[in-house]
T-cell receptor, first 118, second 109 residues
Framework: KAGVTQTPRYLIKTRGQQVTLSCSPI?????VSWYQQTPGQGLQFLFEYFSETQRNKGNFPGRFSGRQFSNSRSEMNVSTLELGDSALYLCASSLAFSRTTIRNSPLHFGNGTRLTVT | SQELEQSPQSLIVQEGKNLTINCTSS?????LYWYKQKYGEGLIFLMMLQKGGEEKSHEKITAKLDEKKQQSSLHITASQPSHAGIYLCGADTGNQFYFGTGTSLTVIP
């Protein structure tokens, strides 16, 4: 079974530009979540999608957005890039999502997209 | 606010030594997950604990969740260079998934 696939692996952008990152979940997984990882802040939750609907959102500005398609693939977009957006962006998929129900399936992560903003 | 506190932040051990990493939450956890990360790569799922007092082992790694479901430990027996990396605990609080700050493990041959 193929794992979570993220593309591209590396990106270099300049301030003010926008960027789109892609994530293909494990086959059969309908939940996709995104995380930002930086040395200073660690892993921070961006948002989670399930069945094409955003189920939860972390504390990030509106410049960060995402969407999920009917085949569960997800994209994340960051507009008006800032230097502080440089980070490793990780996507994870799982069978279930937890809102009022207890999650009983772990997150499976891709290898991430390394974004550098200059 | 940081939901999960991990300790220590870093560990340097000689190959063959045992070590323990701790993860503490101020809230009762629905589930506690352990992951390992190589620098710049994704997280690899190690184990999931859900029940108070639960203990799981895989190869030389054992994870435990305390009875109150607020603290977990990850124990590595007879460490090897392949164990090197960053270990993160993660928890599902019902609204979202939180991660600890990570413990960087270096194993000296």
């Amino acid at each position: 079974k193929a794992g979570v696939t993220q593309t591209p692996r590396y990106l270099i952008k300049t301030r003010g530009q926008q960027v789109t990152l892609s994530c293909s979940p494990i086959s059969g997984h309908r939940s996709v979540s995104w995380y930002q990882q930086t040395p200073g802040q660690g892993l921070q939750f961006l948002f989670e999608y399930f069945s094409e609907t955003q189920r939860n959102k972390g504390n990030f500005p509106g410049r960060f957005s995402g969407r999920q398609f009917s085949n569960s693939r997800s994209e994340m977009n960051v507009s008006t890039l800032e230097l502080g957006d440089s980070a490793l962006y990780l996507c994870a998929s799982s069978l279930a999502f937890s809102r009022t129900t207890i999650r009983n399936s772990p997150l499976h992560f891709g290898n991430g997209t390394r974004l550098t903003v200059t | 606010s940081q939901e999960l506190e991990q300790s220590p932040q870093s560990l340097i051990v000689q190959e063959g030594k045992n070590l323990t990493i701790n993860c503490t939450s101020s809230k009762t956890l629905y589930g506690l997950y352990w992951y390992k990360q190589k620098y710049g790569e994704g997280l690899i799922f190690l184990m999931m604990l859900q029940k108070g007092g639960e203990e799981k082992s895989h190869e030389k790694i054992t994870a435990k969740l305390d009875e109150k479901k607020q603290q977990s430990s990850l124990h590595i027996t007879a460490s090897q260079p392949s164990h090197a990396g960053i270990y993160l605990c993660g928890a599902d609080t019902g609204n979202q998934f939180y991660f600890g700050t990570g413990t960087s493990l270096t194993v000296i041959p």
